[in-house]
């Protein structure tokens, strides 16, 4: 897959495959015009890597010219079709054939032909690379098309997502697979919080932590922030249900994601459950626990080292750091067989370089994308 901008694309039509259907226009075409000079008028900015390829397989002589025509904004159209490049003049008595790269719902095709329908042509015709057959309105007849394809959002061979992805060679399908939402957990130490970091850039998902939700929330005086105050300083528990309010808002506020990394959250059993049940009434759900497993004797001098830096006295302790594995063990660790019974639990070996890490990590997302 390639990546543009924030979205992913998969390969969808091979440059082979596009070469195929530029001869099979340019033959029916030159069957039709051989004893004429037509002119083929390229519809910019899309067209003109089809426009170049159609000329090279045209066998016949013949002229060219351009009009521009722009409704794309990002993944959709804005639904208004505006000419920004005219007609091309000395056209009178000529045969016209526009090239377009895409036809889908008709709206340019409109636009073209009331921008000639005021010119004295001898004919006019409509060729199109592909052509969205399904979502076309049939208003007025498409002469030629290289092929029928689905109405999924491509770029490449001239089309584009917000200006990239003209000069690619091929032609790729957005990716439009479910949201990718995965639960991260380790022993502290393991590195959740580092890899989170690059998860979240490199596949546009939210990261969630649960540590850093409720330092906000308290910090600014929420109703939740103080409510789990009220919890934290009788030195209690705060509530799952308060937890798992703030994660809703979290999920909220965030609707253009791709997913979510939730970090820190669930650490029981009894908390994953309530989190499939707050994700089942988003119609969502958790595609994958990830454990990031590393040696204890490893993770103590990760921690140690840390606590010179941070100053956290619970990373400068070995008592307490084996404490909190003990915790983990005890309490976290029972979710291996909760998500494994699901089939959704995945280990990754947490020891090695970040990008290493990164990259066992890249794998297990990348193999649910591709389900």
């Given at each position: 897959m390639i990546k543009l901008h924030d979205k992913y694309f998969k390969p969808f039509i091979s440059e082979g495959e596009i070469m195929a259907a530029i001869k099979k226009i340019a033959d029916q075409v030159a069957v039709d015009y051989k004893k004429e000079t037509p002119i083929f008028v390229g519809v910019l900015n899309g067209a003109f890597m089809f426009v170049s390829d159609f000329l090279k397989a045209y066998p016949h002589p013949c002229e060219v010219s351009?009009?521009?025509?722009s409704s794309y904004q990002g993944l959709t159209s804005t639904g208004i079709v505006e000419s920004l490049l005219d007609v091309p003049e000395n056209i009178e008595g000529r045969s016209v054939i526009i090239l377009e790269d895409i036809i889908d719902t008709g709206r340019t095709v409109k636009k073209l032909i009331d921008l000639f329908s005021n010119t004295k042509v001898k004919?006019?015709?409509i060729a199109t690379l592909f052509y969205k057959s399904e979502v076309y309105n049939g208003e007025y007849d498409i002469d030629y098309f290289g092929?029928?394809?689905?109405?999924?959002?491509?770029?490449?061979?001239?089309?584009?997502?917000?200006?990239?992805?003209?000069?690619?060679r091929a032609v790729y399908q957005l990716n439009q697979k479910h949201m990718i939402n995965l639960v991260l957990f380790g022993k502290p130490g393991a590195g959740k919080g580092t890899q989170a970091s690059f998860l979240k850039e490199r596949y546009n998902?939210?990261?969630?932590?649960?540590?850093?939700?409720?330092?906000y929330n308290i910090k600014n005086g929420t109703e939740l922030g103080t409510l789990a105050k009220s919890y934290i300083d009788k030195g209690e528990l705060v509530p799952d249900e308060v937890t798992i309010k703030m994660l809703q808002d979290e999920v909220e506020k965030n609707p253009d994601a791709s997913g979510f990394i939730f970090d820190g959250f669930?650490?029981?059993t009894a908390q994953a459950k309530a989190l499939d049940d707050f994700l089942v009434s988003k119609e969502m759900r958790i595609d994958a626990t990830i454990a990031l497993e590393a040696n204890d004797e490893v993770l103590i001098q990760r921690l140690l080292e840390r606590g010179k830096v941070s100053g956290r006295s619970d990373d400068q302790d070995e008592k307490m750091i084996r404490n909190r594995f003990d915790e983990y063990n005890e309490k976290t660790a029972?979710?291996?067989?909760?998500?494994?019974?699901?089939g959704k639990f995945h280990s990754v070996n947490g020891?090695?370089?970040?990008?290493?890490?990164?990259?066992?990590?890249?794998?297990?997302?990348?193999?649910?994308?591709?389900v």
């Amino acid at each position: 897959m390639i990546k543009l901008h924030d979205k992913y694309f998969k390969p969808f039509i091979s440059e082979g495959e596009i070469m195929a259907a530029i001869k099979k226009i340019a033959d029916q075409v030159a069957v039709d015009y051989k004893k004429e000079t037509p002119i083929f008028v390229g519809v910019l900015n899309g067209a003109f890597m089809f426009v170049s390829d159609f000329l090279k397989a045209y066998p016949h002589p013949c002229e060219v010219s351009f009009v521009r025509l722009s409704s794309y904004q990002g993944l959709t159209s804005t639904g208004i079709v505006e000419s920004l490049l005219d007609v091309p003049e000395n056209i009178e008595g000529r045969s016209v054939i526009i090239l377009e790269d895409i036809i889908d719902t008709g709206r340019t095709v409109k636009k073209l032909i009331d921008l000639f329908s005021n010119t004295k042509v001898k004919e006019f015709k409509i060729a199109t690379l592909f052509y969205k057959s399904e979502v076309y309105n049939g208003e007025y007849d498409i002469d030629y098309f290289g092929m029928k394809i689905e109405d999924k959002f491509i770029v490449g061979y001239g089309l584009d997502y917000n200006e990239l992805g003209r000069n690619l060679r091929a032609v790729y399908q957005l990716n439009q697979k479910h949201m990718i939402n995965l639960v991260l957990f380790g022993k502290p130490g393991a590195g959740k919080g580092t890899q989170a970091s690059f998860l979240k850039e490199r596949y546009n998902l939210k990261h969630i932590s649960t540590g850093d939700v409720f330092r906000y929330n308290i910090k600014n005086g929420t109703e939740l922030g103080t409510l789990a105050k009220s919890y934290i300083d009788k030195g209690e528990l705060v509530p799952d249900e308060v937890t798992i309010k703030m994660l809703q808002d979290e999920v909220e506020k965030n609707p253009d994601a791709s997913g979510f990394i939730f970090d820190g959250f669930p650490r029981t059993t009894a908390q994953a459950k309530a989190l499939d049940d707050f994700l089942v009434s988003k119609e969502m759900r958790i595609d994958a626990t990830i454990a990031l497993e590393a040696n204890d004797e490893v993770l103590i001098q990760r921690l140690l080292e840390r606590g010179k830096v941070s100053g956290r006295s619970d990373d400068q302790d070995e008592k307490m750091i084996r404490n909190r594995f003990d915790e983990y063990n005890e309490k976290t660790a029972p979710l291996k067989d909760y998500y494994d019974d699901q089939g959704k639990f995945h280990s990754v070996n947490g020891i090695g370089s970040i990008e290493d890490i990164t990259s066992r990590l890249a794998k297990v997302i990348e193999e649910l994308q591709a389900v």
